[in-house]
């Protein structure tokens, strides 16, 4: 198969129907219709996305999850807040992802938040995080997930640490068919 070039950025890349007709990078950066993140060439996309809303305090939302010790805020963006958690009961470190309530008000925001869950919790894979549960607790959507210690994406981009060689072989090794996702009914199912 012959390598072709990406209409959004110019790369040359081996294609796949799994890549929407975009080249990796291009689908890893957002470029899907509808979604409004930065491509990696633009220079706001160096930094931490900018936050429109403050995450509320733990002591906000710890009466909604009385089965979570609340230990801290990870990170924030503007479209949802990151708590790192411990489920007590089994003795194990989760994420808690919330949505804001502005944008738990929209019809809109909850379903992409919903859809995200599903999607979420439906893979298996090593390098994707593993969904515990999801819902509504008193006035807040949730994800309650994996938690991961280290730097997120936007920190590293941020950091500039990764040469664009390594950015385009990590790339590639995650849209690669061979490393693709399985879910969950299908690795069951084997």
Known sequence: MD????????????????????CPLCLLTGSLPGNDVESPSTPASKSAP??????????????????????????HCGMSCVYQVRQTHLNRSAALKLLPREVAE??????RFQREAKTLAQLQHPQIVEVY?????????????????????W???GASSLPPSDVKRIVSEICDERNMPTTRESSIAT
């Open 3 to 22: 390598a072709i070039v990406c209409d959004q950025c110019g790369q040359s890349y081996m294609p796949s129907k799994r890549l929407r007709g975009l």
């Open 133 to 153: 549960d999801a819902g509504q607790a008193g006035p807040w959507c949730f994800i309650l997930m994996e938690f991961v210690s280290g730097p997120n994406l």
């Open 155 to 157: 920190q590293l981009l």
């Open 106 to 111: 929209s019809v809109c925001g909850v379903e």
């Open 50 to 75: 900018t936050a429109c809303f403050v995450p509320p305090a733990v002591r906000d939302i710890a009466a909604h999850f009385p089965q979570l010790e609340i230990e801290g805020l990870a990170g």
